[in-house]
C-alpha cells in the first residue's frame, strides 16, 4: 500500500465561536476537537501528520506536542493557501495525502478507509468526501453534471439559484496524489468575494482538466458536522454522548436514562453496573463491575472503581481510588483518596483534600467505617477495620490505627479495639 500522510487544516480563526481559545481547542466529550481529528488520521495510517497553525498556534501547538509536525500560515488566505504552506515538506513525497479540517470531531475512521480504498481501486488523483444533509447552509455544495460526475464544489457564499438547494455537501475530508494536489492548487485565484483562496476551487480546475475526481458519500450524515458556532458545539457533544453511551450499554451497562447522563470518550465500565441519572463520568475513569452509579454523581478525571462499588445521590469522587465491595450511598466528597475495599462511607462524610496550598492524600483501609458528617482533613490515614464516629473531624497528619475507634472534633481515639 502507497503511504499516506495527512495535513489537518487548523490556522482558522473560528471567528463564529467568539472565544479568545482557539477553535480547535474546545471540547467535545472531555477532548479537544482536533483531539478527533488526529485520532481518526493516526488510526487510518497516517505515516506524518502535518497540522496547520494561525490562529492561536502557540497554544495549539502546546497542546498537540512533539509527534505532529506544525507549520505556521502567515496570513489566513483560506484553505487552499493553507494546504500550501506544508508544500516544502512535501517536496520530494510520492504517496497520497490525506487532508482532515481540524474542526470535524465526529468522523469515523471507518470512512476514511473507504475514501483511502476508494481512491487507490479508481487510481483518481482526488477522492474526497461528501454528506446528504438536512440542512446545507453554510457548506460547499457539489455540483454534478448529467451523468452524476462532480464538477465543482460552490462555496455557500457563492451559491445561488438551485445550487442552494442542492443538500449534498463538502465534509472537507480530501485523499490527493500529492504532486498532482501542489500542481493543481498554483492555479487556484482569489475568491473575489471572500479575499481567500479556496481548495474547494481545485475539483472545477481538476474537472476541467479531465482528471479523475472521485467521491464518497457518507452512510451517517452527522460524521461531517464542522464546528462553527457554539451551537454546533452542543450538537456535536450530543450525538457523540449518544455514541459513547450506545457502545457502553451494547458492552453490558445499564444506563437507565441516556438524556441525562453524561460520559466522556475511552471511560471504561464493566458488566452489569447500572448507571442511573443524572451522572457526570468524565474522562480516565474506570469502573467495575456491578456497581451501582448515581442518581446524581459525579466521577472526576484520574478516579477508579473497583467490582460492586455503590455510590449513591449527590456523591462525588475525583482523583480517588475506590476498592470493591465499598459503599458511598448518600452524600459526601472523596478527593485524592486511596480507600480500600469493604468500606462504609457514611452520608455527609467529606475528605478536605486541599489545604489552600496542596492536594493531599487521604488513606482509608479495608473494612473502615466513616460515620456520617465526618470531616477527614487530608493527610491522614484510616486503619483497617478503624471506625470514625459520627461528626468527627480528623485533624491533618493523623493516623486512627487499624481496628480502633475514634470519636469528637477533634477526633480522639477512645478504645484500641473495635467490638
Ligand atoms: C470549508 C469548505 C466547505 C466545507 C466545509 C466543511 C473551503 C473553502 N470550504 O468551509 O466546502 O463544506 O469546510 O466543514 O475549504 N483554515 C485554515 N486556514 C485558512 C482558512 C481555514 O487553516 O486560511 C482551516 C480552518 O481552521 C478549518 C478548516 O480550514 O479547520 C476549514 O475552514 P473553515 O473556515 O471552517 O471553512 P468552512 O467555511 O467551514
Ligand atoms: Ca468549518
Redesign the pocket.
Known amino acids: 500500500m502507497k503511504e499516506i500522510r495527512a495535513i489537518?487544516?487548523?490556522?482558522?480563526?473560528?471567528t463564529r465561536m467568539k472565544s479568545s481559545t482557539p477553535?480547535?481547542l474546545h471540547t467535545v466529550c472531555g477532548e479537544p476537537i482536533i483531539q478527533y481529528v488526529l485520532d481518526v488520521a493516526k488510526e487510518v495510517g497516517s505515516k506524518k501528520i502535518y497540522a496547520?497553525?494561525?490562529?492561536g498556534s502557540s497554544q495549539v501547538r502546546e497542546y498537540l506536542g512533539t509527534d505532529i509536525y506544525t507549520v505556521e500560515?502567515q496570513?489566513?488566505?483560506?484553505?487552499?493557501?493553507?494546504v500550501r504552506c506544508v508544500e516544502k515538506q512535501l517536496n520530494n513525497y510520492k504517496g497520497d495525502v490525506l487532508i482532515l479540517?481540524?474542526?470535524?470531531p465526529l468522523l469515523r475512521k471507518s470512512v476514511i478507509k473507504n475514501i483511502l480504498r476508494k481512491h487507490k481501486k479508481t487510481n483518481a488523483v482526488c477522492t474526497f468526501l461528501t454528506a446528504v444533509v438536512h440542512n446545507p447552509d453554510?457548506?460547499?455544495r457539489i455540483i454534478r453534471g448529467d451523468s452524476g460526475d462532480v464538477v465543482a464544489?460552490r462555496?455557500?457564499k457563492d451559491a445561488v439559484g438551485y445550487e442552494r438547494e442542492i443538500a449534498e455537501?463538502?465534509?472537507?475530508v480530501y485523499c490527493f496524489k500529492s504532486a498532482d494536489l501542489f500542481k493543481a492548487l498554483k492555479q487556484i485565484k482569489l475568491?473575489p468575494k471572500k479575499k481567500?483562496?479556496?481548495?474547494?476551487?481545485i475539483i472545477e480546475i481538476f474537472y476541467e482538466n479531465k482528471v479523475k475526481i472521485e467521491s464518497v458519500e457518507t452512510e451517517d450524515s452527522t460524521e461531517?458536522?464542522?464546528i462553527?458556532t457554539r451551537n454546533d458545539l452542543a450538537v456535536a457533544e450530543g450525538i457523540l454522548r449518544q455514541r459513547i453511551l450506545k457502545e457502553l450499554m451494547l458492552s453490558g451497562v445499564t444506563i437507565i436514562d441516556p438524556k441525562t447522563t453524561f460520559i466522556d470518550g475511552g471511560v471504561k465500565i464493566g458488566e452489569d453496573t447500572v448507571i442511573r441519572p443524572f451522572t457526570v463520568i468524565e474522562k480516565d475513569v474506570t469502573i467495575g463491575k456491578k456497581c451501582a452509579v448515581g442518581p446524581f454523581c459525579r466521577i472526576r478525571s484520574g478516579s477508579k472503581i473497583a467490582d460492586h462499588v455503590q455510590l449513591g445521590n449527590f456523591t462525588e469522587v475525583s482523583r480517588s481510588k475506590v476498592g470493591p465491595n465499598t459503599i458511598m450511598k448518600h452524600f459526601g466528597y472523596l478527593g485524592d483518596s486511596l480507600v480500600g475495599a469493604n468500606v462504609n462511607i457514611g452520608a455527609g462524610a467529606v475528605t478536605a483534600n486541599y489545604d489552600g496550598q496542596a492536594k493531599n492524600v487521604t488513606k482509608i483501609s479495608d473494612g473502615a467505617f466513616v460515620g456520617s458528617d465526618s470531616v477527614l482533613i487530608a493527610p491522614v490515614r484510616v486503619g483497617k477495620n478503624a471506625y470514625i464516629g459520627a461528626g468527627s473531624v480528623v485533624t491533618k497528619g493523623k493516623s486512627i490505627p487499624d481496628s480502633s475507634i475514634a470519636v469528637g472534633v477533634p477526633a480522639k481515639v477512645i478504645s484500641k479495639k473495635k467490638k
Open positions: 489537518i487544516l487548523a490556522a482558522g480563526k473560528g477553535k480547535v496547520v497553525l494561525g490562529h500560515q496570513k489566513l488566505l483560506g484553505t487552499a493557501d493553507a479540517c481540524g474542526d470535524t453554510g457548506y460547499g464544489i462555496e455557500d455537501i463538502n465534509v472537507g475568491n481567500e483562496f479556496y481548495l474547494t476551487d461531517g458536522l464542522g462553527n
